[in-house]
């Protein structure tokens, strides 16, 4: 794809086209494109063989007007300052547009885990959490998992942060293990705010699942779980794709037998054989022919090379960032309908709050609660957007950006400018 893309760009081209739709001076929304603290580091790891490698990390703490930092770690070779400061930006949008109290943050390393062994993965988590020590914490900046971490990494996270500290704090982290303060439902939980907004979306619509064929890019934490709920709710899953290929079935894939697959790790789909299933290239599966595409992989994935190409009635952005400004404008001018990233994968993060929560009272809420308080946060938030879309005779995206600069720039009138 496009070398030169520049996700935060992307980002202040967005907010200021909405801040003009808000009305807004340009000394009102300033503060909100410049994120507030970039740190980088250098992290040197020991490899097996005795050598040693220094990766780059990141993090960035890009708004703190609602609340602590909040947003995930990521690592993948792609990871840079752009990336991440983008990625920031997206999480305090995304934080204001479901109202739960907390700014914007994220982080990575640019690496690519699957070169590293289990060891080695190990001493880089630890090595890059001491190095990002000295600015998070349960009250400061709260890390989560992103592409390629899981509860497993934020385990190793919560150890080091507590070692370093003297005592435990769990809090430090979300989505991680059970065992150590984690929340049940967080591991699905951006999948199932994925499903519920595809819901509330038909609901409006008076769209029967049923009717529904969906294609997903990106068959990890967030795209299965969007895959297989969707699937349980009546569509029919007739394409999807990991990093190795895509694959197509146009009977419905039989995703009891796809999600045990995956549960395996290290299991890809290029090795998925099995009748009726054929073999996609990933460019094939974004332009498939479905009513729903759930984008969630990376960013950039649909943009001016072929948006007019996309042949789903409706893309509920799953990934940070799939569809760039580009790609938008040109879906939209098709009449092609964005449920935006912001508040489309959100639910991830209300489900991170909940743990935050129960971790600061030390209580632990059951499964049903979770879900049903995630619902409860994504249905309003999503109500929320689209009055704000009707209001302003505009599309889901700015809705959702102008919900969340609003709450912004009224959170900063509030609290004034230091000193
Ligand atoms: P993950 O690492 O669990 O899964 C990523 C998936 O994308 C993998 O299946 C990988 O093989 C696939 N992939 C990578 N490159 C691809 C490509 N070029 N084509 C097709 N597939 C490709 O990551 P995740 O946590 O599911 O995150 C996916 C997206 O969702 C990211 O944009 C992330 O920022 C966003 N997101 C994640 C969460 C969360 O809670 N994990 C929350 C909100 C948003």
């Given at each position: 794809m496009d070398n030169n893309y520049n996700p935060y760009q992307d980002l202040i081209k967005i907010l200021d086209k909405v801040a003009g739709m808000l009305g807004y001076e340009e000394s009102d929304v300033?503060?909100?494109?410049?994120?507030?603290r970039e740190l980088q580091v250098s992290v040197p790891v020991e490899m097996d063989d005795g050598t040693v490698k220094v990766f780059q990390g990141y993090r960035v703490q890009y708004n703190s007007l609602r609340g602590p930092y909040k947003g995930g770690l990521r690592y993948h070779p792609q990871v840079n300052m752009d990336e991440v400061k983008a990625l920031s930006g997206w999480m305090a949008f995304k934080c204001a547009v479901v109202d739960v109290p907390y700014g914007g943050g994220k982080g990575g390393v640019t690496?690519?885990?699957?070169?590293?062994?289990h060891k080695e993965l190990v001493r880089l988590t630890r090595r890059f959490t001491a190095m990002i020590a000295p600015i998070?914490?349960?009250?400061?900046d709260i890390p989560a998992p992103d592409v390629n971490t899981n509860a497993e990494i934020m385990g190793i996270i919560v150890d080091t942060y507590s070692m370093l500290k003297g005592h435990s704090s769990?809090?430090?982290?979300?989505?991680?293990p059970i065992e150590l303060g984690?929340?049940?439902g967080r591991a699905e939980a951006t999948g199932r705010g994925v499903m519920i907004s595809t819901m509330e979306y038909f609901k409006k619509h008076g769209i029967?699942?049923?009717t529904q064929t969906v294609a997903v890019q990106g068959m990890g934490n967030v795209g299965s779980v969007a895959a297989n709920l969707l699937n349980e709710k009546?569509?029919?899953?007739v394409a999807c794709s990991d990093v190795s290929t895509g694959i197509a079935c146009e009977a419905g894939l039989d995703m009891a037998d796809l999600m045990k697959y995956l549960s395996?790790?290290?299991?890809?789909?290029?090795?998925?054989?099995?009748?009726g299933v054929r073999m996609i290239s990933n460019e094939e599966l974004l332009t498939f022919d479905c009513d729903v595409l759930v984008?969630?992989?990376?960013?950039?994935?649909?943009n001016e090379t072929n948006a007019d190409k996309i042949k789903a009635k409706i893309i509920v952005e799953?990934?940070?960032?799939?569809?760039s400004v580009k790609g938008d404008e040109i879906l939209d001018k098709r009449g092609v309908i964005v449920i935006p990233d912001i508040l489309a994968n959100a639910g991830g993060v209300v489900c991170s709050y909940f743990e935050w929560v129960q971790n600061l009272q030390f209580m632990s809420w059951n499964l049903e609660t979770v879900n049903q308080k995630l619902e409860e946060v994504m249905v309003k938030a999503f109500a929320g957007v689209v009055k704000k879309a009707e209001e302003h005779n505009t599309n889901m995206r700015n809705a959702a950006y102008m919900v969340a600069i609003e709450r912004l720039v009224r959170a900063k009138k509030l609290r004034g400018i230091f000193p």
């Open positions: 300033s503060i909100l494109k410049y994120p507030e690496v690519d885990p699957n070169t590293l062994s998070i914490g349960p009250e400061i769990p809090g430090v982290v979300t989505g991680k984690g929340s049940l029967d699942p049923k009546g569509c029919k899953i395996v790790r290290g299991n890809l789909l290029k090795d998925y054989k099995r009748d984008p969630a992989a990376l960013e950039n994935q649909i799953g990934a940070n960032g799939p569809v």
